[in-house]
C-alpha cells in the first residue's frame, strides 16, 4: 500500500503553465529552501521546508533576474554549494546568483548571466542536451554541457562567452580533415552522418585521490552504447574517450534505440543505470574486464521493465485516437541512500532499490567474502497521475528529496501540471530489526533455543518475506478535466481491488496464520518452560540449603586451621631453641666473643702494668732530675696514644657485653 501522504500543497504562481512536458525539472531544493521556476516568464520562486508544514501559510519569495532568458527554461539545477541557480533550456543557458541576504517575503533582485550566448545564437541547430554542474569547482562557477553535435563543453560562469575546453565524442583521427567544421552549421551533420546521438551524460563517484580535480563522465548514446571520458580543470594533457564499453553477457536486447537517460550510482564499484523511452531500465557495473588487462567493461546486472499506463479507450477521450509517443525517463539520485533512485516519467515516479550495490560493496570489503548478485531489484510505483493513460493533461514538473526532522521521515516533493505539490514518505531501505536483549555476546560452548533447529531462519525474516510484495498501488492523483467514463472508472477499481487481495489481503491472512502457528508452539513450549521453571526453583532451594551448611562447616574447619597453623608454629620455634647444634652465625659469633674475651684479657694485663709503671715513673720523677721540653712531649704522645688504645678496646668490650646481655 502506498504510504500515508500529506494534503496537497497548492502553488497559484503556476496555475496558468502551458509547458506539459516529460522532461521538465522546474522545482530544485538545497539546504531547506526549495526553488520553482515558472517557464513562461523566467520567474523564480522560493520556499521553505517548514512551508510544507500542513495548516502552515506559505511565505514565497521571487527572484528578479537581471536579465531575462530568451529561450524557454525546462530545467533548472542549484549548485553543489547552493550560490548559485542553473536555468537552461534546448537553445540556452543562464545562471542567477542565490542572494544570501533576501526579504522574508517579496522580491529580491539577482544578478542573472547568460553562459554561451553566442554559440546557441549562432548555431541554430545546435541545443543543449545535458547540463550539470561540475562537482569538483571549487566556487561552482563551471558547468559541464553536452549539445546535440556530441561534443561535451566545459563553460566557466565568470568566463560565459566561450567554452574553457571542449571534448569531441566521436573517432577525431576519422575526422581530422574536417576538424575546422565543428564550430560552423555543417558541424552537425557531419558529426551524425559519423554515429549517432548522444543522450545524456552523468558523474561517476567522487575519489578522494583523485588528482586535479578530475572527474570521470559516462555518456550515452541513444543506442545504449555507453562511452567514458576523465574530465579535468586543467585540460593540459587531454582527455581520451573510452568506448563504446563492452557489455557482459553479450546480448542483442540491450542495445535499443531508445535509450534517454542514463544515471551512475554513488558507488564503489560504479553501477549505471540505462533508460529507455519504452520504461526498460539496465542496471550495469563498471569492473574490470577479465579477458583484457587494464580495461573496464559493464556486466549487466538485470533488466527491468516498468509497468506505465497504457492508452484506454474511452468516450471522452475520442480525440486521442492516435498513438501516443514514449515519454522520456528522468533518473534521479536519491541522495540519502546510495542504491536507490527514483524513475520520473509523464505518468508518474516509480522507486528502485538496488540490493546488488549493497553487496558489491560488501564483497569488496570483505577478502574472503562470497559474491551473490542473484538478488531482484526492488520498484515501487509511488505516484500515478494519469491512471490507465485515459488523456489525463496532467504530468510531473519536477521532484525533489526533502530532509528535514522538522517533516518528520524524508519526503520526496513532486510538483505537478496543476500546481500543487505532493509529499510523499520515503521508506527506510536499510532497516535494521533492532537487537533483542538475549542477543549478546555467547561463549562458544553455549546451549541455543531449541526454536533455531526447528526453524532455518529468524520468525521475523520469514513473515517479512511472506509480507514482501512485488506490486503496489500508486498514489493517484490527476487533473480535475480528466472526463474518465464510467468503464474506465470500474476497470481502475477492479485493477486496484485485484492487487489489494492479491498483494496485500491473500498475504497478510497467510501471515496471520504463520503466526497462529507459531503462537502455538510458543505456547506448547511456554507451558514446558513453566514446569521446567518450577522443577528448576525446587532444585535451587535444595542447592541454597545445601550451600548454607556447606559454609557454616567451612567457617569451623577454617578457624580450626588457623588455631592449629598458630600451634604448630609455636612448636616449631621451641624445638629450633632446643637443638644442641648452633647455625653458622652462630658459630661465628660465639668465636668473635672468645676472640674478644681473650683481648680484653690481654688488655686487662697491659692497663695493670702501666698502672704500675706509672706508680714507679711518679715515685721516682721526685728523684730523677726534671725532663726536658722534648722528653715530655715524647712521653705524653706515647700516653696518648696508649690512652687511645684503651679506650678503643673499652668501647668493644662494652659493646660486646651489650651484645651477649
Not at 522560493?46 to 533576474?65: A, F, G
Not at 481502475?492 to 502457528?517: D, N, P
Request: charge should be negative.
Amino acid at each position: 500500500m502506498a504510504p500515508a501522504t500529506r494534503q496537497p500543497i497548492l502553488f497559484p504562481q503556476l496555475e496558468d503553465i502551458e509547458v506539459c512536458s516529460s522532461s521538465a525539472e522546474l522545482v530544485t531544493q538545497h539546504d531547506g529552501e526549495i526553488f520553482v521556476c515558472n517557464p513562461d516568464n523566467a520567474r523564480v520562486y522560493i520556499l521553505y521546508h517548514r512551508d510544507l508544514v500542513p495548516d502552515q501559510p506559505i511565505s514565497v519569495q521571487e527572484l528578479m533576474l537581471s536579465q531575462i532568458p530568451s529561450f524557454t527554461v525546462t530545467k533548472i539545477a542549484v549548485s553543489p554549494k547552493g550560490q548559485r541557480l542553473l536555468l537552461w533550456g534546448d537553445h540556452g543557458l543562464a545562471v542567477a546568483d542565490i542572494p544570501k541576504r533576501r526579504r522574508a517575503q517579496g522580491t529580491t533582485s539577482a544578478r542573472c548571466t547568460i553562459v554561451g550566448a553566442r554559440f546557441f545564437q549562432g548555431h541554430s541547430k545546435i541545443g543543449a542536451v545535458d547540463v550539470k554542474w561540475y562537482p569538483e569547482s571549487t566556487d561552482d562557477s563551471h558547468l559541464l554541457v553536452l549539445t546535440s553535435d556530441n561534443i561535451l563543453r566545459l563553460y566557466s560562469v565568470d568566463e560565459p562567452a566561450c567554452a574553457i575546453s571542449s571534448y569531441p565524442l566521436f573517432n577525431t583521427d576519422s575526422l581530422a580533415p574536417y576538424l575546422h567544421c565543428l564550430n560552423v552549421s555543417s558541424g552537425p551533420s557531419l558529426i551524425s552522418a559519423q554515429m549517432g546521438s548522444m543522450v545524456s551524460f552523468s558523474f561517476g563517484p567522487l575519489e578522494s585521490d583523485a588528482h586535479d580535480g578530475c572527474v570521470r563522465v559516462f555518456v550515452l548514446e541513444e543506442n545504449s552504447d555507453v562511452y567514458m571520458i576523465d574530465i579535468s580543470l586543467d585540460n593540459s594533457e587531454g582527455s581520451e574517450v573510452k568506448g563504446p564499453l563492452k557489455v557482459l553477457p553479450p546480448d542483442n536486447e540491450c542495445y535499443e534505440l531508445d535509450a534517454c537517460s542514463i544515471l551512475c550510482l554513488a558507488s564503489q564499484p560504479p553501477v549505471l543505470v540505462v533508460a529507455t523511452s519504452s520504461g526498460n531500465l539496465q542496471h550495469l557495473a563498471l569492473l574490470q574486464d577479465s579477458e583484457v588487462e587494464e580495461e573496464e567493461c559493464l556486466y549487466l546486472l538485470e533488466t527491468v521493465e516498468l509497468e506505465l499506463p497504457g492508452a484506454v479507450d474511452s468516450a471522452s477521450s475520442t480525440s486521442h485516437s492516435d498513438e501516443a509517443e514514449p515519454s522520456a525517463l528522468s533518473l534521479q539520485r536519491d541522495p540519502t541512500v546510495r542504491d536507490r533512485y527514483f524513475v520520473r516519467h509523464n505518468t508518474g515516479v516509480h522507486s528502485v532499490h538496488l540490493p546488488a550495490v549493497q553487496r558489491l560493496q560488501h564483497f569488496l570489503q570483505e577478502d574472503d567474502g562470497e559474491l551473490n548478485l542473484e538478488c531482484e531489484c526492488v520498484v515501487e510505483h509511488m505516484l500515478c497521475v494519469q491512471p490507465l493513460g485515459a488523456g489525463d493533461p496532467t504530468c510531473l514538473l519536477g521532484s525533489a528529496v526533502i530532509q528535514d526532522a522538522l517533516l518528520g521521515a524524508n519526503l520526496l516533493l513532486v510538483l505537478i501540471s496543476n500546481a500543487e505539490f505532493i509529499t510523499l514518505p520515503l521508506r527506510s531501505v536499510h532497516r535494521e530489526a533492532a537487537p533483542l536483549l538475549s542477543e549478546g555476546k555467547k561463549s562458544e560452548g553455549g546451549c541455543s533455543s531449541p526454536m533455531k533447529q526447528i526453524h532455518s531462519q529468524p520468525f521475523s525474516q520469514k513473515i517479512s518475506g511472506v509480507l514482501a510484495r512485488n506490486v503496489s498501488n500508486p498514489l493517484l492523483r490527476c487533473g480535475a478535466s480528466t472526463g474518465l467514463s464510467q468503464k474506465a472508472l470500474l476497470e481502475l477499481l477492479m485493477k486496484s481491488s485485484q492487487v489489494f487481495k492479491e498483494e496485500y489481503i491473500a498475504r497478510q491472512t497467510k501471515a496471520r496464520g504463520e503466526i497462529l502457528h507459531h503462537m502455538t508452539l510458543l505456547q506448547e513450549q511456554q507451558s514446558q518452560h513453566q514446569s521446567d521453571m518450577a522443577e528448576v526453583e525446587g532444585s535451587i532451594a535444595e542447592l541454597s540449603a545445601a550451600a548454607t551448611t556447606l559454609n557454616e562447616r567451612s567457617a569451623r574447619i577454617s578457624k580450626r586451621q588457623q588455631g592449629l597453623t598458630q600451634r604448630v608454629s609455636r612448636i616449631m620455634r621451641d624445638v629450633q631453641n632446643l637443638l644442641p647444634d648452633l647455625s653458622t652465625a652462630e658459630s661465628s659469633f660465639k668465636e668473635e666473643i672468645t676472640q674478644m674475651s681473650r683481648s680484653l684479657k690481654a688488655l686487662e694485663q697491659d692497663a695493670t702494668q702501666l698502672d704500675q709503671k706509672l706508680k714507679f715513673q711518679t715515685k721516682t720523677a721526685r728523684e730523677m732530675p726534671v725532663l726536658s721540653a722534648d722528653q715530655q712531649t715524647r712521653v705524653r704522645a706515647i700516653l696518648d696514644e696508649n690512652d687511645q688504645k684503651i679506650n678503643s678496646l673499652v668501647s668493644k668490650i662494652k659493646a660486646a657485653n651489650a651484645q651477649l646481655t
